[in-house]
């Protein structure tokens, strides 16, 4: 089993829809949650960044951590075409920067 | 600044060749990272570094060589190529534990990424 589960989609929504994405996590040493996005054929790029449990807002996005029950979440309010692209969850214990990545979702947001 | 930047953009060997991919940074990053990314897998550590000089393993070592002899690059050589090893590769880097704020940090700035093709 996968430290961390991140369902692939594809997921496609129409404009304007709200958009949940989620990961879940088995290691309960895990203590610092990302989200990062990715475009095609581009490198992954940092989206949202939440310390321990609690939520997280910037713009559109909102980020969530319930640490109780290993799971993470991305909300994506009045969603766009530009939110097109693959979103992976990162994890981390702290220690090295290591981190350790979910699959990555991929979202369609179509006109 | 040109952020990380990843040398070359596309490769195909055939299987038993070797080659090096090089990483650079212009960020002075302490940490220094190379992934690769395959469908249905994720993004996979293969190997680190905490500074120049410095080299760790991380989840997918074996097959690949790294080292750090400056600063600002993080090489990743292919001894012996293997079809296995067909994936895309992307290097990033960060900022050390703690920034000189004394905030943790965790974000990583990646590369564009290589794309890898042995036969």
């Known amino acids: 089993q996968k430290e961390v589960e991140q369902d692939p989609g594809p997921l496609s929504v129409p404009e304007g829809a709200i958009v949940s994405l989620n990961c879940t996590y088995s290691?309960?040493?895990?203590?610092?949650f990302m989200w990062y996005r990715q475009y095609s054929r581009k490198g992954p790029e940092l989206l949202m960044y939440?310390?321990?449990?609690g939520n997280k807002e910037d713009g559109r996005f909102t980020a969530q951590v319930d640490k109780s029950s290993k799971y993470i979440s991305l909300f994506i309010r009045d969603s766009q075409p530009s939110d097109s692209a693959t979103y992976l969850c990162?994890?981390?214990?702290?220690?090295?920067?290591?981190?350790?990545f979910g699959t990555g979702t991929q979202l369609k947001v179509e006109l | 600044n040109a952020g990380v930047t990843q040398t070359p953009k596309f490769r195909v060997l055939k299987t038993g060749q070797s080659m090096t991919l090089l990483c650079a940074q212009d960020m002075n990053h302490e940490y220094m990272y190379w992934y690769r990314q395959d469908p249905g897998m994720g993004l996979r550590l293969i190997h680190y570094?905490?500074?120049?000089?410095?080299?760790a393993k991380g989840e997918v070592p074996d097959g690949y060589n790294v080292s750090r002899l400056k600063k600002q690059n993080f090489l990743l050589g292919l001894e012996s190529a293997a079809p296995s090893q067909t994936s895309v590769y992307f290097c990033?880097?960060?900022?050390?534990?703690?920034?000189?704020?004394?905030?943790?940090?965790?974000?990583?700035?990646f590369g564009p990424g290589t794309r890898l093709t042995v036969t």
């Open positions: 570094s905490v500074g120049e000089g410095t080299t």
């Open positions: 990162a994890m981390s214990a702290g220690g090295g920067n290591k981190l350790t």
């Open positions: 990033a880097s960060s900022l050390d534990l703690f920034s000189t704020s004394g905030t943790v940090t965790y974000e990583q700035y």
């Open positions: 939440t310390y321990s449990s």
């Open positions: 290691n309960s040493a895990f203590q610092y």
